[in-house]
């Protein structure tokens, strides 16, 4: 089933428009992919700061292609992961039952949908905060570093997406009282790549 959804959600991107936003992305991954620039600076937020370069080096990949149905539809497939991750998150918070709905929920319709009819770096932000989620569960159910920096890396990457996303960061709150004598210098080191957006 969830193949299904993943599969289908992830073609119907095909239909999404270029907008001028994502057409700059394009532009820019395009650059990258000719060896012409290397970004430091990524998309534009609001027109008083940028998110991190990553969305375009991500973009790049099936911008070497040429096709624009490729590049919608490995957009569409990063996006639809959402419903993976929904499962597996809900599966591991109570059962898999639980799991499944979450995900047939995130097919009803509302403001998500909007994704679907324009490419744009915002439409992988559900699947890497669901990602993040995930990943932090496992570390607060296991105790294990591997989690932990897993989801400092997920993190990291989501806030490339939106900076909007920084404010699941308040998660950690609760490792770091419960576990900050034994955080080492390597998860501090580690935790440098969540970086802030560059003015």
């Not at 992961?81 to 995130?106: N, P, Q, R, T």
Request: include cysteine; charge should be positive.
């Amino acid at each position: 089933m969830l193949a299904g959804i993943v599969l289908i959600n992830s073609i119907a991107y095909i239909g999404g428009v270029v907008s001028m936003d994502s057409a700059r992305d394009i532009q820019r991954a395009l650059e990258i992919a000719n060896g012409l620039s290397f970004p430091l600076a990524g998309p534009d937020i609001g027109g008083f700061l940028h998110a991190g370069p990553l969305w375009f080096y991500f973009l790049a990949i099936p911008t070497l292609t040429g096709s624009l149905i490729f590049i919608s539809l490995w957009i569409g497939f990063f996006a639809s992961l959402k419903f993976v991750f929904a499962y597996l998150l809900g599966k591991e918070l109570i059962d898999k039952k639980f799991g499944a709905l979450w995900s047939i929920y995130l097919l009803l319709p509302g403001w998500k949908t909007m994704d679907q009819f324009a490419i744009g770096h915002t439409n992988v932000v559900e699947t890497l905060c669901l990602l993040f989620l995930l990943l932090l569960l496992r570390y607060y159910k296991t105790g294990s570093e591997k989690y932990l920096l897993l989801s400092v890396f997920a993190l990291s990457v989501a806030i490339h997406g939106h900076p909007s996303t920084l404010i699941l960061g308040i998660l950690f709150i609760p490792s770091l009282f419960k576990h900050f004598r034994k955080l080492n210098l390597k998860i501090i080191v580690f935790s440098i790549i969540l970086k802030f957006p560059e003015n």
